[in-house]
């Protein structure tokens, strides 16, 4: 980011008209703690927190200006050509000045939302577009109403391509989202189950996915999970691009394959690709990258070059090799009942183990499905796995299921996390593999940590 702070002039008042020249803002910061330079501090309230109190931190760390809700009293203590710009709310103000940035810099945006499967099309998306453009994406879980605008107010000013991922967990959110990034290409990925607790339904659900159309360019491209009815029937009449395993889909994925940690797989029959990834899911989600590329014109061999050599994101079906050469899969940035029976099934297909073990916890924010979905979960283990240990308070539904069903499978519940180590220390060889796989508040890395050399 580089702008002049005339540019935030246009949009939002400085309190003190005496001190109007210039100065080369270089970053945006909200939190005061971090080191920087030339920045503009956004001080964000929220339930236990106000961002306003930390404001002379900020300055000593390298704020020369910040956005300031007016209804608080400014500190006497500042430098006296520091910067205040009066807002009503600084988290809108950030998103104002986040809209007018992205049409400053004025890129190409590809937004990817859908309940799994974001992160690594995300990730795909970047690998392949930064072969032939200057691309920036977002880093992290930076895909809120906060970290969307931090998004967009760090790409460089010569960004030719912007990547944005759109979470959310209430209606009205991808389409605040959607209107501050205006994409040109919108991508939903899947609708599934997550945080159906607040959205009443998966038909909820995909209505809040479909949010990303408001703020999409009128000649921009909708591309969508055409197996999904949910999505493909309420968009009859637009300009959208389907992808799928269902032979009538633009982009057919078939012929999917998985060995040494990879997943080839065909596009419309005759197009061979692979990634760094085990799952049919993968497959699917690389789709959509290839699918974007070829319509901004990329090499397809250049695409699929770039997908081999793909950086993902960490906790992300992560794969690594622990203690005594035992294999971890860690999955546990998040789950919801879609995504962990897709990773039991990865597990289930790799034949070179002769140990599987599951550790797996809640899925949170499912109301009252809650019982139900886990209960869905369970139905998918089976043998070729040898060992499930699960943990938390609706997961116990998953290994009393199984327990009761499929007694040749060793199966133990957990209260606290913290004792499945010494369960598993024993297992770890070159011959076993271990998915992690939960919700992101029963904080499973922490028991991957302990699995590593």
């Known amino acids: 980011m580089k702008i002049e702070s005339h540019f935030i002039d246009d949009l939002f008042s400085r309190l003190n008209k005496k001190h109007e020249k210039d100065v080369i803002i270089r970053s945006v910061m909200t939190d005061s703690r971090i080191q920087t330079e030339n920045a503009l501090f956004v001080p964000i309230k929220g339930e236990n927190f106000d961002g306003h109190d930390f404001l002379l931190q900020a300055v000593e760390n390298g704020a020369i200006a910040s956005l300031w809700q007016r209804t608080i009293s400014v500190p006497t203590e500042l430098p006296a050509d520091f910067i205040i710009y009066l807002v009503d709310d600084t988290t809108e103000a950030l998103q104002q000045l986040a809209n007018k940035y992205r049409l400053h810099v004025n890129p190409k945006v590809i937004a990817v939302t859908g309940s799994n499967g974001k992160t690594t099309t995300k990730d795909m998306l970047t690998s392949v577009f930064k072969t032939t453009y200057m691309t920036h994406a977002t880093k992290g879980n930076f895909n809120n109403e906060i970290g969307l605008p931090l998004t967009i107010l760090s790409m460089p000013t010569n960004t ?7 979470g959310m967990d209430a209606f009205g959110e991808i389409s605040l989202l959607s209107q ?3 994409p040109d290409v919108a991508i939903i990925t899947n609708i599934g189950e997550s945080h159906i607790e607040f959205l ?11 949010e990303i159309l408001e703020g999409l360019n009128e000649q921009g491209t909708i591309i969508i999970d055409g197996d999904e009815p949910l999505i493909n029937d309420r968009l009859k009449g637009l300009k959208k691009i389907t992808c799928g395993f269902d032979e009538n889909n633009e982009y057919h994925v078939s012929n999917v394959t998985m060995e040494d940690f990879t997943t080839h797989f065909t596009i419309n029959g005759n197009k061979k690709f692979t990634v760094p990834l085990l799952g049919h899911h993968h497959a699917k989600n690389a789709s959509f990258a290839l699918a974007v590329a070829e319509q901004f014109d990329i090499n397809e061999q250049l ?9 993902h994101s960490e906790m992300r079906f992560q794969t690594t090799l622990g203690k005594n050469g035992v294999t971890i899969i860690n999955d546990a940035y998040n789950a919801s009942a879609t995504s962990m029976k897709a990773a039991i099934n990865v597990v289930k297909n790799l034949a070179s183990f002769k140990c599987k073990i599951l550790i797996l916890g809640d899925i ?8 139900q979905l886990h209960l869905s979960v369970a139905e998918e283990i089976s043998p070729p796995i040898n060992i499930v240990f699960t943990v938390g308070e609706e997961a116990s539904i998953i290994s009393e299921y199984v327990k009761a069903n499929q007694p040749m499978i060793k199966t133990v519940h957990f209260q606290e996390k913290n004792l499945i180590i010494d369960k598993l220390e024993k297992y770890f060889n070159k011959d076993t593999i271990i998915l992690f796989k939960a919700s992101r508040g029963l904080a499973l890395e922490q028991i991957v940590n302990q699995c590593l050399e």
């Open 180 to 182: 501050i990034a205006q």
């Open 200 to 210: 009443g339904s998966k038909e909820g659900i995909a209505e809040a996915k479909l």
């Open 160 to 166: 030719e391509i912007l990547v944005v991922e759109m």
């Open 364 to 371: 949170l924010e499912l109301g009252h499905y809650a019982k």
């Open 303 to 311: 695409a699929n070059k770039a997908l081999q050599s793909l950086e």
